[in-house]
């Protein structure tokens, strides 16, 4: 019996001191909680974190939300990057990060125009009034003023209110697909939605950024915060997405079970995060492209190593050799 009981004791014992050690990971994220965090909170409530030695904590963003500033001050070790242009401009800047995984193989990103207007595509929104947000005017929009035609003299500032576009019926409004167009049918106004994606866009989104010193000094638990959010995406969005939507009501007040219901079906039906097995999967030919396409427009530096700013060494063998 006393043997039982010290086998007991020891068993217990060395348990506490491994789950002590379990290393803590603050994940920033670049946004309210919301469908499209769905894999790293569905990793959360699931335990896929814990079962792999990680204590991960979701710190949800919002409108004043600048994770690459917060990235490049060492104020942060792990953050979401909304769009490839951050690292890259943060590789610019002389800041030391790497992308290691991504959420969404399509960027959400949308233009919607209210149902009259006569438009089968962007291209037809060419002088169109345009309700964009700051950080959208150095980004995508000069890729639509290259791609499309479009001008300054169409920008409207977005303040994250759909208000101005609701009553201005012959203008534009970006947003996320699995967002917006939501938010517009709610208030009266089913619109007509047009994905960057569709249309060329090569960026990926919802990608995780690391510092590099970090990775450097923490590589066994990058790897593992990125494999338990692969399987958070692939449980999130093809099995049962429950565990996780609790965690994002509870984090945001603002969000509704409705709301996040029609942002995991455009998840699904668009393919924004591709096939289920190559969830957060990347590609140096990918990353090239963009690079080069956004280069070439000014939008990002020239004569950038754009390797610098990702690494596929956590990812699938075949999507390549990360750097």
């Known amino acids: 019996m006393r043997r039982l009981i010290g086998i007991f004791l020891f068993v217990f014992i060395f348990g506490m001191q491994v789950r002590a050690e379990d290393v803590a990971i603050v994940f920033a994220t670049d946004w ?6 769905g894999g790293f909170y569905q990793a959360l409530a699931k335990g896929f974190y814990k079962k792999r030695g990680l204590e991960v904590s979701i710190r949800p963003g919002g409108p004043q939300t600048d994770n690459p500033r917060l990235m490049a001050a060492g104020a942060l070790d792990i953050a979401m990057a909304s769009n490839n242009f951050q690292p890259l401009n943060l590789i610019a800047a002389g800041a030391d990060v790497k992308v290691v995984m991504a959420s969404f193989q399509k960027d959400p990103q949308v233009l919607m125009v209210h149902p009259h207007i006569s438009a089968g595509g962007i291209s037809d929104l060419k002088g169109m009034p345009v309700f964009i947000s700051d950080s959208a005017v150095a980004t995508f929009w000069p890729w639509l003023a290259a791609k499309f035609g479009f001008e300054d003299s169409q920008i409207r500032k977005y303040t994250y209110s759909l208000a101005p576009w609701l009553v201005n019926e012959s203008t534009a409004q970006e947003g996320y697909l699995s967002s917006e167009p939501y938010t517009a049918a709610e208030a009266g106004v089913t619109p007509k939605v047009f994905l960057f994606a569709d249309a ?10 690391v510092r590099n010193d970090y990775l450097q000094a923490n590589r066994a638990a990058v790897r593992a915060f990125v494999e338990a959010s692969i399987e958070g995406w692939q449980d999130y969005v093809w099995g049962d997405p429950t565990p996780g939507n609790a965690l994002i009501l509870k984090d945001n007040q603002e969000m509704t079970p409705q709301l ?64």
């Open 32 to 37: 309210k909680a919301q469908a499209e965090h």
């Open 260 to 323: 996040i219901a029609f942002a995991i079906g455009k998840m699904r039906d668009n393919e924004m995060l591709g096939s289920q097995p190559n969830v957060g999967q990347m590609t140096e030919k990918r990353w090239a492209s963009f690079y080069q396409e956004m280069s070439a427009l000014g939008i990002v530096e020239t004569g950038l190593d754009a390797t610098d700013a990702y690494t596929l060494e956590f990812l699938k063998a075949e999507t390549g050799t990360g750097k």
């Open 200 to 209: 060329g866009y090569p960026g990926y989104a919802g990608m995780v950024m």
